[in-house]
């Protein structure tokens, strides 16, 4: 299994935690935080593995700035509780970001290419990532205000995501 085809699963996995967590229309907090939990684990993969590697092999990568800001806002987005609003908020972002990543040429076709012969161990060190510890949710009446910034500052609307 090459890097590239371990991540992308690593998305189909959360995809369809996200959506399990979803699919009654009430949110599942357990099944939400078995996501929020491995989406911060794979974020982490990509922040100290996968971005260091691709630096490392190529001097840069068109959007290595993006990307970091865009895991950012993500990682905000899964502070406060799941409300409606911030769970389509969430999914239109993971849908733009999966695309810095996963589609012909970006993030994954490069880490292939650094990768390729010389890191034979480093779909083992993915897999062996640890999960990080996960805090509550924080429930507050300007607790959202930070996640707003945070996608803000990657370039996005939170209200347009959130389909408002």
């Given at each position: 299994?090459?890097?590239s085809?371990y991540?992308t699963?690593?998305?189909?996995?959360?995809e369809t935690?996200?959506a399990a967590?979803?699919?009654?229309g009430?949110?599942?907090?357990?099944?939400?935080d078995?996501?929020?939990?491995g989406?911060l684990?794979h974020?982490?993969?990509?922040?100290?593995?996968?971005?260091?590697?691709?630096?490392?092999?190529?001097?840069s990568?068109f959007?290595d700035?993006?990307l970091h800001?865009?895991?950012g806002?993500?990682?905000?987005?899964l502070?406060?509780?799941?409300?409606?609003d911030v769970t389509?908020?969430?999914?239109?972002?993971?849908?733009k970001?999966?695309?810095?990543?996963?589609?012909?040429?970006?993030?994954y076709?490069v880490?292939?290419?650094c990768?390729?012969?010389?890191?034979?161990d480093l779909?083992?060190r993915?897999?062996?990532h640890?999960?990080?510890?996960?805090s509550?949710?924080?429930?507050?009446?300007?607790?959202?205000?930070p996640?707003?910034r945070?996608v803000?500052?990657a370039?996005y609307?939170?209200d347009?995501?959130a389909?408002?």
């Amino acid at each position: 299994m090459s890097p590239s085809e371990y991540l992308t699963s690593d998305h189909r996995r959360l995809e369809t935690l996200f959506a399990a967590a979803l699919e009654t229309g009430e949110v599942d907090l357990a099944r939400y935080d078995a996501f929020r939990i491995g989406l911060l684990r794979h974020i982490a993969i990509e922040e100290t593995i996968v971005l260091p590697l691709v630096r490392e092999g190529k001097g840069s990568f068109f959007a290595d700035r993006q990307l970091h800001l865009e895991h950012g806002a993500i990682a905000a987005l899964l502070v406060p509780p799941p409300t409606p609003d911030v769970t389509r908020a969430l999914a239109a972002l993971l849908q733009k970001h999966n695309l810095l990543e996963e589609t012909d040429r970006t993030l994954y076709d490069v880490l292939d290419d650094c990768s390729r012969g010389t890191r034979p161990d480093l779909v083992d060190r993915m897999r062996e990532h640890p999960a990080p510890p996960l805090s509550k949710n924080i429930n507050n009446p300007d607790g959202l205000d930070p996640a707003r910034r945070a996608v803000a500052r990657a370039g996005y609307d939170f209200d347009k995501l959130a389909g408002g």
